[in-house]
Each structure stands twice: as structure tokens, then as C-alpha cells.
């Protein structure tokens, strides 16, 4: 289904939205007030340009917000994001979506509703990123954790070193060597590139190896890939920022937290509000410090300050130190593969996690597919669900004719997940995920 869409700001947000909705071919138009930023859409997606103020009523005059099906409010600043949702909703946008950083909008006893405004859904980049931290917290031998189906499936994403059984092996031969840890190698991510790997891909060295497991199984895929699961206790955040502030209150009530701030007057603030945190003055850049905090008994250290270089930074001296399990916070989605190529294991963007749920939102209303894009990866993955009239049953096909460049991961059938293999057989009504290129989406779609 093709979308008009219309999305200001043309930020790390904006620009990374525009040009996966581009590739969709949906009509899209990007507003922002900066020149360079509207001349860097020119250069690189195909879409229309309008330089100017996002929430002046004489710039949305330009667009004609009846036949708008999706306005997307995502510049950094709220009021602007408020104010534009209102004037395209009065003027007859169908839906908007509206990128918020106050988290206070999202309190049920807020003054002022977004509602008002006109707004569909809100989109709150920074706790998108806390959630996606948190589920890596939860799994400490994985590098990302992604689920599915009402949590009912997983991707787990993990780093393979040398002393891994699976090094030299192929996908056929682990699967059937594992008969009864039941998994799926989905994708393969290989120095800068990432594919869908066929039953004859080896595993190598380095290799970041995506498995698709029923949620109950996590512990056996990681025990196989020579993980040894490990429970984290204790828990560092450096920065207090509005992430480090959300993670902390969520964390504290079942980790030791402790959280560096060197700003002291915000430092005493964020102490008052977290009773169960250690709030502490202190830099984590500083040798003296961390060798006086035992930092090498630290399960996991998290680095989300403002300072994307800071982050860095601190992540590669706490893994020096030997702490366990390091998370990095980044706003440059360029930077993703370089900085897990240097040693951090987890790398998360509030900018990446608010792309991939404003496209969940979007892609739930197409009348076919739900499609998630993992920009880090450079991956799709794309629920359907066999119809009696489909292509794969009309010509009685099994899995064996699936393209290579498709990978079927998993099955819900009347809610029990099956990993599928090479025999098992599809039925009506099967609820299927699979993942694949954006380009070979269509190649699932034509088949179900």
C-alpha cells in the first residue's frame, strides 16, 4: 500500500525514516529549516523538499493535508512537534504521529494531553531506548535482543570467538547435530555486511550470529553458541541524562544501581527522586576512580550520556577492566558496526529505536504485511500468515521451495511457536515470521 507522508525534521530521525520509507516507494515530503539538512534529503532519497519553519501554518499551506495519510511531527524540540500536529490535524491529515522527549505527555494525569493535539501515537525516543537496554540486561551473553508474537519468540544476537563450538561448523549440520534445542540461525552479520545465511554457510570467527528461539530456550541457544549464561547483579550507569534517569528508576528495585552524574547540582536532584540508587560525582573516564570502585566486579556498565564519544570512550576502559556485559549508547547510526567492531558488545540508539517503532505504526496498517526493520543490520523481518487462497497452497509447496534469499524462522500454530525444519509442514492459518533484504520482501508476500 503506497503512503503520502509527510515528515518534519530531517534529523538523524527524520533522514533515516525518509529514506527507509523511500525505498517503499511511498510519496514522501521532508520539512525542516536547515539548508544542509533539507540539501542532505536532496542528495540522497527521492523525495520532496520544502526549507522552512515545521509548525508555521504558512509552510503547511504549501501541502495539502487531506490526502496526507501520515504526518510525522519528529523534530527535537516538543512544542514544535505539538504545534505541527495540530495545525495537519485541523487541516485534515489522517493520522500523526508525534515524537515527544518530555516524558511527562505520557503520564495519565498530565494537564495536557496529546490527544489535544490531535495525535495518533506518540513516539518517545528515550524510553524506546530503555526498553531495548533493558532486554539486553536481561539476556547479558547477547549482544541484541529482540522479540516477537507477545514475547513468545526471540532474536538473540550473539558475538561468536574463537572458542566457540560452532566455529568451522555449517547451519545444517548445528541444527542437526541439535535435535532438541530448537533454533533457527536467521541472519549472519560479517564484518560490515549481514545476509541471510543458507544451510551450507559456515560459522566463523567474530561472526555476529542471530538466532530465532522460542522465549523459553534463550539459555540452551547460548550454552550451544559456548555463551555461559550469567546473572547480572550489579549495574553502573554512567550519565544522568534522561535515559540514565528512566533505566535507574526502572532498574533499582531489582539491581544494585549506581549511577555516575558530575554535574553536582544534578547529581543531588536525581538522588532525591531514586531512593534505591547510589548516586555518585564521580568521572568515568577517571583511571583512580574506577580502581577504587572495583569496577572488575561490575556485571554491567551502561554509558548513556550525551557525549557519544564520552560513551565510547568509557565502554572500551570498563571492558579493559573486565567488566562483563557493556552497553553504549550512540546517536550517529554510521557509527553502529565500527564501534561493535572495536570490542563494545551492545550498541543502542535512541534515534534507531524511535525509527523502528514509528515504521511498526505505520506498517501495522498496511493490509498485508508487518514489517520491522532492524537498520543496524540491514534486515526485515515480515510476519504473514498462510491463506487458503495463497500461491505456496495453491501449488501444494513446501518449505524446501522457499527462495534462499528468504528465511522462515518461525511458526504460531493455535499458539504454540515451532521452529521449522526442513520437512515440517505449512498449514492455513499458520502465523509465519521470516526475515529477509527489504528488496526480497516481495518474493514472501507473492507466496502467501
Given at each position: 500500500?503506497?503512503f503520502n507522508?509527510v515528515?518534519i525534521g530531517?534529523?538523524?530521525?527524520?533522514?533515516?525514516l525518509?529514506?527507509?520509507l523511500?525505498?517503499?516507494?511511498?510519496?514522501i515530503?521532508?520539512?525542516?529549516?536547515?539548508?544542509?539538512?533539507?540539501q542532505?534529503i536532496?542528495n540522497?532519497?527521492?523525495?520532496k523538499?520544502i526549507?522552512g519553519?515545521?509548525?508555521?501554518?504558512?509552510?503547511?499551506?504549501?501541502?495539502?493535508?487531506?490526502?496526507?495519510?501520515?504526518?510525522l511531527?519528529?523534530?527535537r524540540?516538543?512544542?514544535?512537534?505539538?504545534?505541527?500536529?495540530?495545525?495537519?490535524?485541523?487541516?485534515?491529515?489522517?493520522?500523526v504521529?508525534?515524537?515527544?522527549r518530555?516524558?511527562?505527555?505520557?503520564?495519565?494525569?498530565t494537564?495536557?494531553?496529546?490527544?489535544?493535539?490531535g495525535?495518533?501515537?506518540?513516539?518517545?525516543p528515550?524510553?524506546?531506548a530503555r526498553d531495548?537496554?533493558?532486554?539486553?540486561?536481561?539476556?547479558?551473553?547477547?549482544?541484541?535482543?529482540?522479540?516477537?508474537?507477545?514475547?513468545?519468540i526471540?532474536?538473540?544476537?550473539?558475538l561468536?570467538d574463537a572458542s566457540?563450538p560452532?566455529?568451522?561448523?555449517?547451519?545444517e549440520?548445528?541444527?542437526i547435530s541439535?535435535?532438541?534445542?530448537?533454533?533457527?540461525?536467521s541472519?549472519?552479520?560479517?564484518?560490515?555486511t549481514?545476509?541471510?545465511?543458507?544451510?551450507?554457510?559456515?560459522?566463523?570467527?567474530?561472526?555476529i550470529a542471530?538466532f530465532?528461539v522460542?522465549?523459553r530456550?534463550?539459555?540452551e541457544?547460548?550454552?550451544?553458541?559456548g555463551?555461559?549464561?550469567f546473572?547480572?547483579?550489579n549495574?553502573?550507569?554512567?550519565?544522568?541524562g534522561?535515559?540514565g534517569?528512566?533505566?535507574?528508576?526502572s532498574?533499582?528495585?531489582?539491581y544494585?544501581v549506581?549511577?555516575?552524574e558530575?554535574?553536582?547540582?544534578?547529581?543531588?536532584?536525581?538522588?532525591?527522586?531514586?531512593e534505591?540508587t547510589?548516586v555518585?560525582?564521580?568521572?568515568?573516564?577517571?583511571i583512580?576512580?574506577?580502581?577504587?570502585e572495583?569496577?572488575?566486579s561490575?556485571?554491567?556498565?551502561?554509558?548513556?550520556?550525551e557525549n557519544?564519544?564520552i560513551?565510547i570512550?568509557?565502554s572500551?576502559?570498563?571492558?579493559?577492566?573486565?567488566v562483563?556485559?557493556?552497553?553504549?549508547?550512540i546517536?550517529?547510526t554510521?557509527?553502529?558496526k565500527v564501534?561493535?567492531?572495536?570490542?563494545?558488545?551492545?550498541?543502542i540508539?535512541?534515534?534507531?529505536?524511535?525509527?523502528n517503532?514509528?515504521?511498526?505504526i505505520i506498517r501495522?496498517?498496511?493490509?498485508?504485511?508487518?514489517?520491522s526493520?532492524?537498520?543496524?543490520?540491514?534486515?526485515?523481518?515480515?510476519e504473514?500468515?498462510?491463506?487458503?487462497n495463497?500461491?505456496?497452497?495453491?501449488r501444494?509447496l513446501?518449505?524446501?521451495?522457499?527462495p534462499?534469499e528468504?528465511?522462515?524462522?518461525?511458526?504460531?500454530?493455535?499458539d504454540?511457536?515451532i521452529i521449522?525444519m526442513r520437512?515440517?509442514e505449512?498449514?492455513?492459518?499458520?502465523?509465519?515470521?521470516f526475515?529477509?533484504?527489504?528488496?526480497?520482501?516481495?518474493?514472501a508476500?507473492?507466496l502467501f
Amino acid at each position: 500500500m503506497k503512503f503520502n507522508i509527510v515528515i518534519i525534521g530531517a534529523g538523524e530521525v527524520g533522514f533515516n525514516l525518509a529514506k527507509s520509507l523511500s525505498k517503499e516507494e511511498h510519496d514522501i515530503t521532508v520539512i525542516d529549516i536547515d539548508s544542509h539538512k533539507c540539501q542532505k534529503i536532496i542528495n540522497n532519497i527521492d523525495a520532496k523538499v520544502i526549507e522552512g519553519d515545521g509548525c508555521s501554518q504558512r509552510i503547511l499551506q504549501q501541502i495539502e493535508m487531506d490526502s496526507v495519510d501520515y504526518l510525522l511531527a519528529l523534530t527535537r524540540i516538543d512544542e514544535v512537534n505539538l504545534v505541527a500536529s495540530k495545525i495537519a490535524k485541523e487541516r485534515g491529515a489522517n493520522k500523526v504521529i508525534c515524537r515527544l522527549r518530555n516524558t511527562e505527555y505520557g503520564h495519565k494525569k498530565t494537564i495536557i494531553d496529546p490527544a489535544q493535539f490531535g495525535i495518533n501515537h506518540i513516539v518517545f525516543p528515550e524510553k524506546a531506548a530503555r526498553d531495548e537496554i533493558e532486554k539486553i540486561i536481561t539476556q547479558p551473553s547477547s549482544v541484541d535482543v529482540q522479540t516477537f508474537k507477545d514475547e513468545k519468540i526471540t532474536l538473540i544476537g550473539i558475538l561468536l570467538d574463537a572458542s566457540s563450538p560452532l566455529i568451522g561448523r555449517t547451519k545444517e549440520n548445528v541444527e542437526i547435530s541439535n535435535p532438541y534445542i530448537p533454533h533457527k540461525l536467521s541472519i549472519v552479520c560479517r564484518k560490515d555486511t549481514s545476509f541471510i545465511p543458507h544451510k551450507k554457510t559456515q560459522y566463523k570467527v567474530n561472526d555476529i550470529a542471530y538466532f530465532i528461539v522460542p522465549s523459553r530456550s534463550i539459555n540452551e541457544v547460548q550454552s550451544m553458541a559456548g555463551k555461559t549464561p550469567f546473572k547480572v547483579k550489579n549495574i553502573m550507569i554512567m550519565g544522568g541524562g534522561k535515559i540514565g534517569r528512566l533505566l535507574a528508576g526502572s532498574l533499582q528495585n531489582d539491581y544494585n544501581v549506581k549511577l555516575l552524574e558530575k554535574n553536582i547540582e544534578k547529581a543531588e536532584n536525581i538522588s532525591d527522586k531514586l531512593e534505591n540508587t547510589l548516586v555518585l560525582t564521580d568521572d568515568g573516564l577517571d583511571i583512580d576512580f574506577l580502581e577504587s570502585e572495583n569496577i572488575s566486579s561490575l556485571d554491567c556498565f551502561l554509558a548513556v550520556t550525551e557525549n557519544e564519544q564520552i560513551n565510547i570512550m568509557s565502554s572500551l576502559l570498563m571492558k579493559h577492566y573486565g567488566v562483563k556485559q557493556v552497553i553504549a549508547h550512540i546517536n550517529s547510526t554510521s557509527y553502529f558496526k565500527v564501534v561493535r567492531r572495536i570490542g563494545i558488545d551492545s550498541v543502542i540508539s535512541k534515534n534507531t529505536s524511535a525509527v523502528n517503532e514509528v515504521l511498526k505504526i505505520i506498517r501495522s496498517d498496511e493490509d498485508k504485511l508487518s514489517v520491522s526493520r532492524f537498520d543496524e543490520i540491514d534486515v526485515e523481518s515480515v510476519e504473514l500468515k498462510v491463506k487458503e487462497n495463497s500461491d505456496f497452497i495453491n501449488r501444494n509447496l513446501s518449505i524446501r521451495d522457499l527462495p534462499d534469499e528468504v528465511c522462515l524462522a518461525a511458526i504460531i500454530r493455535k499458539d504454540k511457536v515451532i521452529i521449522p525444519m526442513r520437512n515440517t509442514e505449512l498449514k492455513i492459518d499458520d502465523e509465519l515470521l521470516f526475515f529477509t533484504k527489504s528488496e526480497d520482501i516481495y518474493k514472501a508476500e507473492q507466496l502467501f
